[in-house]
């Protein structure tokens, strides 16, 4: 068989030709959509962090709310938030193409102007940027689309922040015209939660009336309550006065012994905001009487690598006796009754009957980590059966001012405590004073 032999030249032109063939366009990512960059650069970043927005942490349990990326849209839009100040103004956390009605949006600018809405987000760390900030206006102006791209990218990048100013402390009321109380400075490990009381003297020698109460706190603070002890709680569980008492040990653990004080608090006031200025209904004050001692009880949240300081303060604001028209008084309704099978979901409900006319203007809750949801109705008259408050925050419920709109119970009508816990153990659970123990308390005032 011949063989023919092929010019050089023809073999580098097939070569070429080869070349070419195999030859593609370079590949371009896709352009991510507005909420997966969203997701990618604030939310699982500042939001969906250690002890914060994730699944099975405390934050997320009270809030309901998980930023992870699998369900963080489903989470967010169209979702009616469980902070119940919010819910009362019918606040979706995202209503689309509303930024201003979006309870997310009013979180990451100035909560503050909102009685009950809470600290600003992220909580004890940095504010977003503002290019972040106006990035999910944009998203939430434009729909809250999960698809799609619908803001402005590059304001991601933007690293500039609005100027906080330094935390000035609360002034206290002028001399004669009230009292105030603090927590002193203290520190916050880094990414930790520190919950603390301490046991203050208001200073007041004579019987005061206090119809304000003004609380300010340095970033990074979950709440601020303040109680009081009735004059039946046993001397020897009364807490030291000014002794810093930790709920949560250094381990995570919690220091139960401090339960047995705690169980016969009664409730004075309290805010979850960094500065709330709460008046009581005019000519309604609460008496206090000589020597008021005043448990403070502060809570903050610091998931940043350093140090982060903690500071609340208190002002007691009082009149004189001659404007008074009702004294305020406190309501403590307390059912220790009922056993929670264990393995079980069950919900436990307590009628508390009025002997006489009571006007409640504050109502407010207690049960502990096995309570899932506590509410609150009328039982008997015109609004039998009414909800007037719910609370799925164990440790950190709200508190629900009624000063324009009170609740008058008439002799016979009362209050329905109806809480849902789920007993996970193996061990029936009751009424107990540690927090392996449950309970079923309505706090309010009324006159």
Same mark, same amino acid.
């Given at each position: ?142 729909? !809250? /689309?999960?698809? &799609? ?7 991601? #990048?933007?690293?500039? @922040?609005?100027?906080? *100013?330094? =935390? ?5 009321? !002028? /001399?004669?015209? &009230? ?7 203290? #520190?916050?490990?880094? @990414?930790?939660?520190? *919950?603390? =009381? ?250």
């Amino acid at each position: 068989m011949k063989h023919t032999a092929i010019p050089l030249c023809v073999l580098a032109a097939i070569a070429l030709a080869s070349c070419g063939d195999a030859t593609t366009e370079p590949t371009t990512e896709p352009t991510p959509s507005s909420f997966e960059s969203l997701q990618t650069k604030v939310l699982s970043k500042s939001c969906a962090t250690a002890g914060c927005h994730v699944t099975g942490s405390t934050m997320a349990t009270e809030s309901g709310l998980v930023l992870e990326s699998s369900v963080a849209h489903e989470n967010l839009v169209r979702v009616l938030s469980k902070n119940v100040a919010a819910r009362a103004d019918s606040l979706l956390r995202v209503s689309p193409g509303h930024p201003e009605a979006s309870f997310l949006y009013l979180k990451i600018t100035d909560p503050s102007h909102h009685i009950g809405y809470g600290s600003r987000m992220p909580l004890g760390a940095d504010p977003l940027t503002n290019g972040q900030i106006e990035f999910i206006r944009q998203w939430i102006a434009a729909g !809250a /689309p999960k698809t &799609g791209v619908v803001a402005d990218a590059a304001l991601l #990048d933007d690293t500039t @922040r609005a100027a906080e *100013e330094p =935390f000035t402390p609360l002034a206290p009321p !002028a /001399p004669g015209s &009230g009292f105030q109380v603090t927590t002193g400075t203290f #520190d916050v490990a880094p @990414r930790f939660e520190r *919950e603390l =009381f301490i046991y203050r003297a208001l200073g007041n020698t004579d019987t005061v009336f206090v119809n304000r109460l003004e609380t300010k706190m340095r970033s990074g603070s979950h709440h601020l309550v303040l109680y009081s002890f009735p004059s039946s709680t046993p001397s020897g569980t009364l807490p030291r006065l000014d002794e810093i008492r930790d709920l949560h040990k250094p381990d995570g653990t919690t220091n139960s012994a401090l339960f047995d004080a705690m169980g016969y608090h009664q409730f004075v006031g309290g805010a979850m905001a960094q500065y709330q200025d709460y008046r009581f209904p005019p000519g309604v004050a609460l008496a206090l009487p000589p020597g008021m001692r005043v448990d403070v009880n502060s809570h903050y949240v610091n998931p940043s690598s350093t140090v982060m300081t903690g500071e609340a303060f208190a002002n007691f604001f009082t009149v004189d006796r001659s404007e008074v028209q009702k004294l305020a008084r406190p309501l403590f309704l307390n059912h220790q009754e009922f056993a929670l099978p264990p393995g079980t979901r069950t919900t436990v409900r307590k009628t508390f009957t009025m002997p006489r006319t009571r006007t409640i203007f504050l109502l407010t809750s207690h049960m502990h980590k096995r309570g899932e949801r506590f509410a609150i109705r009328i039982a008997g008259g015109p609004r039998n059966g009414e909800l007037v408050y719910e609370s799925t925050n164990w440790s950190h419920p709200p508190v629900v001012i009624l000063n324009d709109n009170p609740i008058v119970l008439n002799a016979g009508e009362g209050l329905t405590s109806e809480v849902t816990y789920y007993n996970e153990t193996t061990e029936t659970i009751r009424f107990g004073l540690t927090s392996e123990d449950e309970m079923d308390i309505i706090f309010a005032y009324y006159y």
